[in-house]
Nanobody, 120 residues
């Protein structure tokens, strides 16, 4: 069983930045592929970014968001710059064995989520 705990969400004005963190426990972190998804009110949970040996991004965040991992800290980060009101939602950290995908159904473990609100 893998436990994931996110932090770093908050309220920010458009154009601002936030950094989300997700700490994993319960399994060798380097064995895990890690992803970030977000869910806006009334919408489905959607892919934002993921990382195994390299990073992957949704088109809507390319050039603005950066995902990274520090295996020695069991942590994955999501640096979010040039935030837009459309980025508002609950951001979830997710994990699966080794290889990441863009599909939320492929992930076995989820955190509780952290709220990100971007004001105009």
């Amino acid at each position: 069983q893998v436990s994931l705990v996110e932090s770093g969400g908050g309220l920010v004005q458009a154009g601002g930045s936030l950094r989300l963190s997700c700490v994993a426990s319960g399994r060798t972190f380097s064995d895990l592929g890690m992803g970030w998804f977000r869910q806006a009110p009334g919408k489905e949970r959607s892919f934002v970014a993921a990382i195994d040996w390299k990073p992957y991004y949704a088109e809507s965040v390319k050039g603005r968001f950066s995902i990274s991992r520090v295996d020695a800290e069991n942590t994955v980060y999501l640096q979010m710059n040039s935030l837009e009101p459309e980025d508002t939602g609950v951001y979830f950290c997710a994990a699966r064995k080794v290889i990441v995908t863009h599909n939320r159904e492929d992930y076995d473990y989820w955190g509780q989520g952290t709220q990100v609100t971007v004001s105009p």
